[in-house]
């Protein structure tokens, strides 16, 4: 079945240096990639995505970019700041034969960036 | 400001007990979710729902029952045959049940055991 596979965290960085955050998935055709963000003690909230092959997807200085051959959307900010601090969440969405949409999550990576 | 909104945002259940977890929605969404999410693990699916009076299993539903009477509401019971219910549950919505977009989130419920 389809997977998605994370980096293993935690990460910790100083503040305005460089973040990769990796991601490969396991899928059949080619599903749309999210990157989700989880700030302590709240919901998700969609950071960026991509919904076919070489499309990048950006927001907040944060970018990530659809890599077909490598089934990879690796997530990556030049310069991180302090309230970048939070977990981040791969996923992919499938849509079935109904139309109904089931997106399937990583393990998810904790960020802290220190001052 | 229309979202999704998810209560209790803390919750105990002690032994043998079944407990309601409420969402609501006012952004006029067709499908709801819940998912599941433990420490150090990614979200999975419980039910999800494309219309109202319809629903479906996910991945982990055992244990677990739902409802959609109503469009703007999909609250989940955690029944007493949940053996290992505390967790973070979160709640979400998309526009139509053949959604190309981003599904939103709540703020989740914590549930504990007593």
């Known amino acids: 079945g389809d997977s998605v596979t994370q980096m293993e965290g935690p990460v910790t960085l100083s503040e305005e240096a460089f973040l990769t955050i990796n991601c490969t998935y396991t899928?059949?055709?080619?599903?749309?990639l999210f990157w989700y963000v989880q700030y302590p003690g709240e919901g998700l909230q969609l950071l960026l995505k991509a919904t076919k092959a070489d499309d990048k997807g950006s927001n907040k200085g944060f970018e990530a970019t659809y890599r077909k051959e490598t089934t990879s959307f690796h997530l990556e900010k030049g310069s991180v700041q302090v309230s970048d601090s939070a977990v981040y969440f791969c996923a992919l969405r499938r849509q079935n034969n109904q139309g109904a949409q089931k997106l399937v999550f990583g393990q998810g990576t904790r960020l802290t960036i220190n001052p | 400001d229309g979202g999704i909104t998810q209560s209790p945002k803390y919750l105990f259940r002690k032994e043998g007990q079944n407990v309601t977890l409420s969402c609501e929605q006012n952004?006029?969404?067709?499908?709801m979710y819940w998912y599941r999410q433990d420490p150090g693990q990614g979200l999975r699916l419980i039910y999800y729902s494309q219309i109202v009076n319809d629903f479906q299993k996910g991945d982990i539903a055992e244990g677990y029952s739902v409802s959609r009477e109503k469009k703007e509401s999909f609250p989940l019971t955690v029944t007493s045959a949940q053996k290992n219910p505390t967790a973070f549950y979160l709640c979400a919505s998309l526009p139509g049940y053949r959604g190309r977009q981003p599904q939103h989130f709540g703020d989740g419920t914590r549930l504990s055991i007593l």
């Open positions: 899928a059949t055709g080619y599903p749309s």
């Open positions: 952004l006029n969404h067709d499908a």
